[in-house]
């Protein structure tokens, strides 16, 4: 995937209330938890980009989670706060000077990890709102809180919602929509675009995607 392509095809966030965002600390502050495998996935690609790179974003986080945002201290089914790597995706993606929509090139990246060589081979074979549909009755073991559902779709188009996320920050929902595509294009779908990304409430987010 060319970098800039996946921002050319994900609509830019729109919030017609003008609700506010709160960036993450770090601190799991929320009560939510996810699977321990996408911080790990993180954590490699942090190591990918240098030695180095992890620590210094360790020693960005409030002292007394330091330690547990260790390799050594996750394991891909534990449960850890969404904090830890929402964090981390909002902290690698201005490293990168890519800004806050740099957080959907690695939510792409990080999920086309977990989706695997088994995954992708029976996906392969469905339509993206299959994928979709799939993806929202697996939520829950991925994510302790919020749910993802689909609205309505077509041979060509779907519309989602992610209803009661935890969090209030940016970078969260960038990795989502990025993830979110990763998913979909394992399916059959070819020219995959979202076309409304949008935070209609404080924990409500509406997405749109279009394909051929």
Not at 18 to 35: D, E
Not at 81 to 100: C, K, N, S, T
Not at 107 to 134: C, E, K, M
Request: proline share 6%.
């Amino acid at each position: 995937m060319v970098p800039g392509d996946l921002e050319q095809r994900i609509a830019t966030l729109s919030n017609p209330q003008g609700l506010p965002f709160t960036p993450l600390t770090g601190a799991p502050t929320s009560g939510a938890k996810m699977k321990g495998f996408p911080l790990i996935h993180l954590l490699d690609l942090m190591d990918h980009e240098g030695p180095e790179v992890a620590a210094e974003w360790r020693a960005t986080l409030p002292e007394d989670v330091r330690a547990a945002t260790e390799r050594r201290a996750i394991t891909s089914v534990a449960w850890v706060p969404f904090e830890y790597y929402f964090h981390g995706v909002g902290w690698l993606a201005q490293r990168r000077g890519r800004g806050i929509r740099g957080a959907m090139e690695i939510g792409h990246h990080t999920a086309n990890l977990d989706i695997g060589a088994f995954f992708r081979f029976v996906l392969a074979f469905a339509s993206p709102s299959t994928v979709v549909s799939l993806s929202g009755r697996f939520w829950k073991s991925y994510f302790d809180r919020s749910t993802l559902h689909i609205v309505s779709s077509t041979p060509h188009s779907c519309e989602v919602e992610i209803r009661d996320w935890p969090l209030r920050d940016e970078a969260s929902v960038h990795e989502m929509a990025g993830s979110l595509v990763a998913w979909m294009e394992a399916g059959r779908a070819k020219n995959m675009r979202i076309t409304q990304f949008e935070r209609a409430s404080a924990s409500l987010f509406r997405l749109s995607a279009e394909w051929s």
